[in-house]
């Protein structure tokens, strides 16, 4: 999701700008998605490889128990 070409309802300039609060807002909002989206990018292979990692913890204890 791209703002740069979103023009403002209120002031009729780019959001991006941030000319008047209506932008100010707009943006921030915008970036604070972006933000959270690129969070979740980034840590679903690190929680896969943590989950992994927890998964092959527990098999191996369980087999040292049984052994
Ligand atoms: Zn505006």
Redesign the pocket.
Known sequence: MTYDRLV??????P?SE??????RA?RERLQQENFFENFLAGLNPMTLIALLAVLVAAVALLAHQTA
């Open positions: 403002c309802a209120n002031c009729a300039a959001v941030g000319r008047c609060p209506v932008c707009n």
